[in-house]
């Protein structure tokens, strides 16, 4: 038996539901309207017409294939409509005016969109440019030199610039830099003077007036002898002021001295003895650290204070 539909293929019991009357699902129901096909046309027709598509519509159909749809417009306006969908392909990044994929909310390519929200920074840099790439390259060429060059900390940089700190290290690991550690920072401001270490609460501390009007902070009572005997004495010197890197046990830090004769060109460590025989090895790699530098070096526990203090050679 021929598909009643089609009558050409043979019809089947395609589903539970079929009497085997037609070959497939879609011959079934062109059937129940094909006597009326004509008639539904035509009410289809004048239903819409006189309607007139939305113009994107009209350009997104255009846009499918230009020679599918043909309406009752004039050229010029067909020509409108063309310029219109080939302006939207050839849309242009605004910051660096490379050629982007075809979507109306996009303002910038892949590269330049990962910088736009910098655009704060620049400003605040003085290096915002049109091309937020050539921006973004000035702006890491200012900050390394102010970081890894000038061996500025973070708050000096947000103090001179106004840049927060998340701010940073966001730009830094965006552009695949990497900063400092905790530990080397500290030890970068320990070197430059922008940290001092921390008071030990069991020995004595306070303020010393020197003899030439100089206020110092000493950190235990051998300290404070001392300075009383340079001021006995009147020799010129200085309290933590001379900073040397050593290194131990494979790990560089910064040694902080306790005292500097500049007329001696002479170092003056004040440690007692136990601490002199606990830290022994890393004692002699500060000596040995400053005696590279050009200075010359005297460690100093409680008789050696005594014997100095009587003018005795130590």
Avoid at 33 to 53: A, C, P, Q
Wanted: contains cysteine; aromatic residues 14%.
């Amino acid at each position: 038996m021929k598909c009643k539909n089609c009558e050409q293929k043979e019809a089947f019991k395609y589903s539970k539901y079929s009497k085997g009357e037609f070959c497939s699902r879609e011959c079934a129901r062109a059937y129940s309207t094909k006597v009326k096909r004509k008639e539904i046309n035509e009410k289809v027709s004048k239903k819409l017409m006189g309607r007139k598509l939305p113009e994107e519509h009209v350009i997104m159909m255009m846009g499918k294939g230009e020679n599918r749809y043909n309406f009752n417009i004039t050229d010029e306006e067909r020509e409108n409509r063309k310029n219109k969908i080939r302006l939207k392909k050839e849309k242009k990044c605004e910051s660096c005016g490379c050629e982007i994929d075809f979507n109306n909310k996009v303002k910038y390519c892949k590269i330049c969109s990962s910088y736009w929200r910098n655009k704060e920074l620049f400003e605040k840099l003085g290096v915002l440019e049109q091309n937020l790439q050539i921006s973004n390259q000035n702006a890491l060429k200012i900050l390394s030199k102010e970081y890894f060059s000038n061996k500025k900390g973070l708050i000096q940089i947000k103090e001179e610039y106004g840049i927060m700190f998340n701010t940073f290290h966001f730009f830094f690991k965006k552009n695949g830099v990497d900063l400092r550690t905790l530990s080397k920072s500290i030890k970068l401001a320990v070197k430059e003077g922008r940290l001092v270490p921390s008071l030990n609460k069991r020995y004595e501390t306070g303020y010393h007036i020197t003899w030439y009007g100089k206020k110092v902070f000493y950190r235990s009572s051998y300290e404070r002898r001392m300075m009383e005997i340079l001021d006995i004495k009147q020799e010129m010197y200085f309290y933590e002021t001379i900073r040397v890197e050593y290194e131990f046990k494979n790990e560089v830090s910064v040694y902080i001295t306790d005292f500097y004769l500049p007329e001696k060109n002479l170092i003056i460590e004040i440690k007692g003895e136990w601490f002199q025989k606990r830290d022994k090895e890393k004692i002699e790699a500060k000596k040995r650290a400053v005696l590279s530098e050009g200075y010359y070096y005297m460690m100093l526990g409680k008789k050696e204070l005594e014997q100095y203090e009587n003018g005795m050679e130590v």
